[in-house]
């Protein structure tokens, strides 16, 4: 099974666009939560996760920070090699939890950040989110995009070895928008920050290449038989 957890990131519910939008083949293996932590807190999902996908960021959006109970079950899936589908800011869906911080690869900062390192940003411009030169079975697979304006994040902090899959390149320079990092377990967490706007979340290029992730990410499929 694939849990899917969401907030409604400032009332543009991109979470839920793309759970929408994603191929019925996909969407019937996902138990999809917004602004609704109680699955998340009890724990009984990580039994029978296969895939973890989350559009997220504790204690925003009138949402609490989730607590010590979703603490134990986040940490016990990825100590079993649980892999991680993180979709644009959700590099800080458990900015409070000093492990998470440094396991997710590229990190959206808080402002408010525990270890006093300086807040990302983000820009809004239309870009072309193309993808990197990289030995990986995704690269061939992506499509690059011409997208509209949208939220393009900027001055992450990398906190952990990561594979850059797609970037882009604006005024303020050029910006990793897909990378994949391996947690300390073996897990792979996947990390694509396009994803504010309707106009983008819901953009067909950005659904199949989300597909794609999907695909690649859950464990009982395979890519190589694409």
């Not at 019925?24 to 917004?34: A, G, M, P």
């Not at 911080?101 to 390192?117: A, C, I, L, S």
């Not at 989300?210 to 859950?218: P, Q």
Request: net charge negative; hydrophobic share 35%; glycine share 6%.
């Amino acid at each position: 099974m694939i849990y899917f957890f969401s907030d409604n990131h400032y009332g543009a519910y991109p979470g839920r666009r793309i759970y929408e939008s994603i191929p019925d083949e996909l969407r019937q293996s996902i138990i999809f939560t917004v602004d609704h932590w109680d699955i998340l807190e009890n724990g009984e999902w990580e039994k029978d996760c296969e895939l973890l996908i989350l559009h997220m960021i504790g204690d925003t959006c009138g949402q609490p920070h989730p607590g010590s109970e979703a603490e134990k079950a986040i940490k016990k899936y990825c100590s079993r090699g649980g892999n991680i589908l993180l979709l644009h800011g959700s590099s800080a869906a458990f900015w409070q939890w000093q492990w998470w911080r440094n396991v997710v690869g590229e990190r959206w900062v808080r402002p408010n950040d525990p270890d006093g390192v300086c807040a990302s940003y983000h820009p809004r411009a239309p870009y072309l989110l193309k993808t990197c030169k990289a030995r990986h079975p995704l690269v061939s697979k992506l499509i690059e995009i011409e997208l509209p304006e949208d939220e393009i994040y900027v001055a992450l902090e990398h906190t952990a070895p990561s594979l850059s899959l797609m970037e882009t390149t604006i005024n303020e320079g050029t910006f990793v928008q897909c990378s994949e990092t391996l947690t300390p377990w073996g897990g792979i967490i996947l990390n694509f920050i396009p994803g504010h706007d309707p106009s983008v979340t819901t953009h067909p290029s950005i659904i199949k290449n989300i597909s794609l992730f999907i695909t690649y990410l859950n464990k009982s499929n395979d890519l190589s038989k694409d």
